[in-house]
């Protein structure tokens, strides 16, 4: 009998999380001898002919990467769906939008607009602009269509489990590829990882007082780092009560506080919108000034709460003027 | 207000306000307004909650995902709170909400904390017919519909992930 068949794939991602999993180090052999790698782009050279080549569920699993929004990852995840008995999300950008996700906060011709036309680096007097088609003497040239916002993976295909992370712990992967070859996964739709807040992990744990009152939020430039004591307490805005456990507080490991790259735990619904509430609560001040100061201190509230998030938001992405950025007249 | 503005909504468009109301003061104000037969904009649904306190932001974005238009948020004056402090936690995630909204591009408009205490049948009337002719202005709040998965016809063996079947027996990792 032949070995399960595994697939990699990358969409609108960075390829940290490809590098995850050759930091797999030497139990990456242990997998490569327990399985068949049949498509991963970007170390094998594989073909997606191949994949179509395939028949339906003939992967065993399917590790996915990246946001989708382009047209071409949008086919590439059908199709790898098709093709894959189980999908996995792998990292923050395809289990909630990461990095890639917060372009949403621009309409799509404002970024076409900043990268073809208006970037320091490009000259461009022209105003060319890619297309999806262009026809040349020899025939039509096609490109990938820019859709108008960043969607998860599971806002494109049917997603049967997450690994979360930026990049996802190489314990969890170690572990998820483990419960997949022994069949001991979790119910459709689970997260890899514990279902606990960050803290919980966090060597300072003992060190969080247990009541917060921040006059002002620090970013870690500002400060020199404490290295034993938690980070709120040095007023930082650490993510560790809205995130998801699994890293071992690496990044606290690292003296810096947690961006949320492993997304909320289970009773999470809207990962910005727990996070105001957590922050909020720890703000001093009953005045509106007071207030007012301290939040203040919070320069890129957006780019903090949703950082890896804003696609898999409630809000998802707010629509202005006709849609297409143009502005409201 | 201007005309051009409100020839840009679509047509018969009226806001619809989510109304989250401690039932100590505002919820109770409300309740007098109604006793009081006093008439106001018919634009809000009003929840009641225990406390402006027990306001989870996540409600707020609930409700803008289900389609309101605008947020009234009403709790006791300050040091009149049924449990001492609930509405200076409310007063705070109102600050923080509104900023973070703001950097997401929705108008501070349409997230509204007003203090108004169970006497106030009339502030409720007021602060709701000037936040109804807010929105009117502002217009309504339009939100990408969140992407749905396109679920393909299901595939003999796909439908269930149980990956064990294809391992050969004894094959370990």
């Given at each position: 009998m032949s070995k399960p068949k595994i697939g990699f794939y990358w969409c609108a991602s960075c390829g940290g999380c490809e590098e995850a999993v050759v930091d797999l180090a030497e139990e990456i052999l242990n997998v490569v001898e327990a399985v068949d790698l049949v498509f991963w782009p970007v170390a094998l050279d594989f073909k997606r002919s191949d994949v179509e080549a395939m028949a339906d569920g003939e992967m065993a699993a399917c590790f996915i990467n990246g946001a989708v929004r382009m047209s071409e990852q949008e086919e590439m995840a059908h199709l790898l769906r098709r093709k894959a008995q189980a999908v996995i999300a792998f990292g923050s950008c395809s289990h909630t939008g990461g990095i890639p996700g917060l372009a949403n906060l621009y309409e799509r011709e404002a970024i076409l607009r900043k990268v073809y036309d208006e970037s320091p680096s490009t000259i461009n007097p022209e105003g060319t602009r890619p297309q999806v088609q262009t026809s040349v003497p020899e025939g039509t040239l096609t490109l990938p269509g820019f859709d108008k916002s960043v969607r998860t993976l599971d806002q494109t295909v049917d997603v049967d489990f997450y690994l979360p992370g930026c990049p996802p712990p190489v314990k969890l992967i170690a572990g998820a590829v483990t419960a997949l070859l022994e069949g001991k996964l979790p119910p459709k739709g689970s997260v890899l990882a514990p279902n606990i807040a960050m803290c919980n992990e966090c060597p300072r744990k003992e060190s969080k007082p247990d009541q917060l009152l921040i006059t002002e939020f620090k970013r870690p430039h500002q400060i020199m780092i404490d290295p034993d004591k938690c980070l709120l307490e040095q007023g930082l805005l650490c993510m560790g009560p809205d995130t998801r456990s699994g890293c071992e507080a690496a990044c606290i490991g690292g003296n810096m506080p947690c961006t949320g790259c492993l997304g909320p735990t289970d009773g999470i619904r809207d990962y910005g919108g727990k996070a105001v509430s957590a922050f909020a609560s720890m703000t001093a001040g009953d005045e509106d000034e007071q207030i007012q100061a301290a939040m203040d201190s919070i320069v890129d509230p957006v780019g903090t709460f949703y950082r890896y998030s804003m696609p898999a938001s409630l809000l998802h992405r707010r629509i202005s003027g006709n849609g297409e950025g143009e502005p409201q007249s | 207000m201007s005309d051009q503005h409100l020839s840009n909504n679509p047509p018969g468009f009226e806001?619809?306000?989510?109304?989250?109301?401690?039932?100590?003061?505002?919820?109770?104000?409300?309740?007098?307004?109604?006793?009081?037969?006093?008439?106001?904009?018919?634009?809000?649904?009003?929840?009641?909650?225990?406390?402006?306190?027990?306001?989870?932001?996540?409600?707020?974005?609930?409700?803008?995902?289900?389609?309101?238009?605008?947020?009234?948020?009403?709790?006791?004056?300050?040091?009149?709170?049924?449990?001492?402090?609930?509405?200076?936690?409310?007063?705070?995630?109102?600050?923080?909400?509104?900023?973070?909204?703001?950097?997401?591009?929705?108008?501070?408009?349409?997230?509204?904390?007003?203090?108004?205490?169970?006497?106030?049948?009339?502030?409720?009337?007021?602060?709701?017919?000037?936040?109804?002719?807010?929105?009117?202005?502002?217009?309504?709040?339009?939100?990408?519909?969140?992407?749905?998965?396109?679920?393909?016809?299901?595939?003999?063996?796909?439908?269930?992930?149980?990956?064990?079947?294809?391992?050969?027996?004894?094959?370990?990792?």
């Open positions: - | 806001p619809k306000i989510v109304g989250f109301f401690c039932t100590w003061c505002t919820y109770t104000a409300a309740d007098l307004a109604g006793i009081s037969r006093m008439d106001y904009a018919p634009n809000v649904r009003i929840i009641r909650l225990m406390c402006s306190g027990r306001l989870d932001p996540q409600f707020v974005l609930s409700a803008f995902r289900e389609g309101a238009d605008g947020i009234l948020i009403g709790g006791c004056h300050p040091g009149d709170c049924h449990y001492q402090e609930g509405n200076y936690k409310a007063l705070r995630r109102h600050h923080l909400l509104t900023r973070l909204l703001r950097t997401m591009g929705i108008e501070p408009e349409r997230l509204r904390l007003e203090w108004i205490s169970a006497s106030e049948g009339d502030r409720v009337r007021d602060v709701i017919n000037d936040m109804t002719a807010d929105l009117r202005r502002l217009g309504p709040l339009r939100l990408e519909p969140v992407p749905k998965p396109d679920v393909p016809a299901p595939v003999e063996d796909a439908a269930c992930p149980n990956v064990a079947l294809n391992v050969a027996a004894g094959e370990k990792l």
